[in-house]
């Protein structure tokens, strides 16, 4: 493909991933800045502790929406574009939209840990794969109730979930590329949460964050 399109696609995926949703209902919905608030982050996880449940919900479905936004517009310009196989176009693009959500240029570089946006691009490339990391998150997040957990097991289903798909039908490869990049994304950007899943101090489900405390 040219490389063009895959600069075309990129630059899509990364200025529309980086769109910070949960900062914007955080401030919308408690007229609070999220980033100064328990991890910092203005994923779904956060923006839950910071300004409630409803909140969350909605930013977790706009993240979805964005990822899925991403990768189905890349479809479209690639099967336009060359009339070929869309599967690396769409990739980059979903991949680029983690990255953008992860490190937003809106923001000054801030922003999630790329999970929600990366189910959504999934979703958007083939939902099956997209649909099974989001039971398999829920279902850790209940049997757990560690939503940093959840989110990188979910991460990994998406590898684990490829392999034998791409083996036994015509799935492309290509899925299991953006599997991997993406769970590596992910893991990165829980590296604190691991450390203290290892030493039993990470929040669980459900806690929530004092805004009224000068603690971040």
Known sequence: MSAWLYILVIAIGYLLGAIPFGLVIGRLRRGVDVRQYGSGKTGVANVTRTAGKGAGVLVFILDIGKGAAVAIIARAIA????????????GAAAFAAMIGHSWSVYIKFKGGRGVTVGVGGLLGMYWPIGLTCLVVFFIVVVRTKYISLASMVAASASIWISIPMIALTTLSGWYLIFGIA?????????????KRLLTGTERKAGQK???ESSEA
């Open 79 to 90: 099967g336009w574009w060359t009339g070929a196989a869309w599967y690396p176009a769409a």
């Open 182 to 194: 993406g769970t590596t994304l992910i893991v990165y950007r829980h590296r604190d949460n691991i």
């Open 209 to 211: 964050v004092d805004i």
